[in-house]
């Protein structure tokens, strides 16, 4: 069935495109009772991606493809060395601080690949004194579990001078980062843009590609994190903010500068890869046109502000309508979202050929302080999520402060169900399921979901902690998977009250939503792929305190620990090695 408003909607600047997406919109009771995530969009075969066909890709496959249900092999594989060094030659806001950068740079290169590639990543541990990992944020990691880069659940840490090789397939497109996942480490510098080439749900002449958005702290984030775990500071603003690796300070710096070309469209993949920061982010007189949710092609919408949770990226497309001249992007830190109220508010110009030298003038557009989610959000491809009642309907996660078990010594603690995570970084849990022993301490916070292909449904919640109480929002990013958000609000959720107003009708789906402060936030996801999870808050300062469970899903059939490499034996060998008889400095948080 082809809808001529569809082809409009995709071919905007050319509504006779020829090349258009049948979309199959029918649903009937029956698709609504299987409550599959699969999409009934299908994709036009012949078709291919220009700037006025951005939703064509290739071979068969077009934005109506949903990637958790197929996806292109290309054969091809792209390779990137990446090797980690502490150094002080860096000053990304002209003031100079110790950086554990990716090849002497910071943020480290973008990982550019497209839909379908494999992505081979040889990562070198050139640290003096810490272990690392890396993480590669909203990659499924379907079937290759080993690669998700989780001291302590998926792999051990990589000991100083060891090397690992990170292989996994881009089976999604779009926008993401990777970063290590070693207890605060990514705050110290270990991150980089993630961009996966693909079909889009709206035009645009160039991708300019990743751009960060982060809080930054001149001490070093894993004494602030000690200090303030033990109760020895309260939570530390930011000292700064960078926008893709740059701003200025007291002592020089420069704003990232960006060139645009007058009647031109421009992607730009936002993420926010903040410690402790909710932005909301402009560019001055460029409103913009929003085409994905983290990894989710999103129906576009525009919008002058976006709200950016961490760990959440959007993808939005700006066209360089105006007067030629510089414009302000601002990046504004939120007041009552954690702790940043200062030092927030942070720059970068947009400039377009032919513009007269010096500063924007450019003034912003209103907007009113906030701390949730972005509200448009609907996915391009339809899912239908079974709206139960099911055996395993729904099950509860309370999240609070000071919860009395302690992620490692710390004084400061948050759990999930009043239990912190605290991972063993010389035992993952990868190789408990490889001896097939289930002993692990209670300090996991393991969840079991042993039958593949259910719908789990959860309520997080956060909930009054012993002795003190802090009600503050959380970023809740699950790995291995996305999640459908079918509810959020405020107070104590009240199955009589809150259950008929969960959206199950293609809710929002990504993999990072915010649970609102003393709030709840309703979650689903099935069970599709085999593995070690962790469902963690992405405020750094709080994965280190524990806030954190891990869903141990299909256990009998994780393929890539069943046969896993002698690599990934070896990995654990030479940390063994080093930890804790070598190691200058151990484990004092949870671990992630
Ligand atoms: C980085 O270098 C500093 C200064 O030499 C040192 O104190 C610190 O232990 C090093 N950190 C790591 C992780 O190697
Ligand atoms: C990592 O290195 C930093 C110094 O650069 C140190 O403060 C921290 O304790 C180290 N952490 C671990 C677990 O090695
Ligand atoms: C941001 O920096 C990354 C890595 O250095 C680069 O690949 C990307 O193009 C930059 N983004 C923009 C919008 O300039
Ligand atoms: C990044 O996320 C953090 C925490 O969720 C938030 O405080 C900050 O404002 C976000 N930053 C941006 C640029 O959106
Ligand atoms: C410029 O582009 C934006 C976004 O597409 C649009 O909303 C606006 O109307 C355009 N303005 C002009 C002057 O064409
Ligand atoms: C519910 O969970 C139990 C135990 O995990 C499992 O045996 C059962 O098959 C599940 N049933 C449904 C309908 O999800
Ligand atoms: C906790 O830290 C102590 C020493 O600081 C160490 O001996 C112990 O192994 C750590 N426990 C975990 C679970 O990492
Ligand atoms: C797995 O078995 C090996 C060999 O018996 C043992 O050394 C190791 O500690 C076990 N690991 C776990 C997590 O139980
Ligand atoms: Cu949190």
Redesign the pocket.
Known sequence: MHSSKTLCFFALASCAVASIIPLKQERDDLQVRQATSTSTKVADPACTNSPLTRSCWSNGFSIATDFDVKFPTTGKTVKYNLEITNTSALAPDGTPRQIMAINGQYPGPTIIADWGDMIEVTLKNSLQNNGTGLHWHGIRQYHTNTEDGVPGITECPLAPGDTKVYTFQATQFGTSWYHSHFSGQYAEGVVGGLQINGPATANYDVDLGTYTISDWYYQSTFQLAYLLNNGIIGVPSGSNGLINGSMVSANGGKYTTNTLTSGK?YRLRLINTSVDNHFAVSLDN??F?VITSDFVPIKPY?TNWIFMGIGQRYDV???A??TVGSYWFRAEVQSGCGSNDNNGNIKSIFTYAGAAAGDPTSTPTTYTQRCTDETSLVPFWDSFIPSGPLVNFTQNLDVAINIGATANGSVITWGINFNSLDVVWEKPILEYVKNGTSDWPTSENLIALPNAGEWYYWIIQEVAGSPITVSIPHPIHLHGHDFYVLGTGTGTYDQTVNAAGLDYNNPTRRDVAMLPAGGWLAIAFQTDNPGAWVMHCHIAWHAGEGLAVQFLESESSIPSVNSVSAAWEQTCANWDAYYPSKAVYLKDDSGI
């Open positions: 469209r460029h409103p046109t525009t497309i700006i066209t309508n105006q």
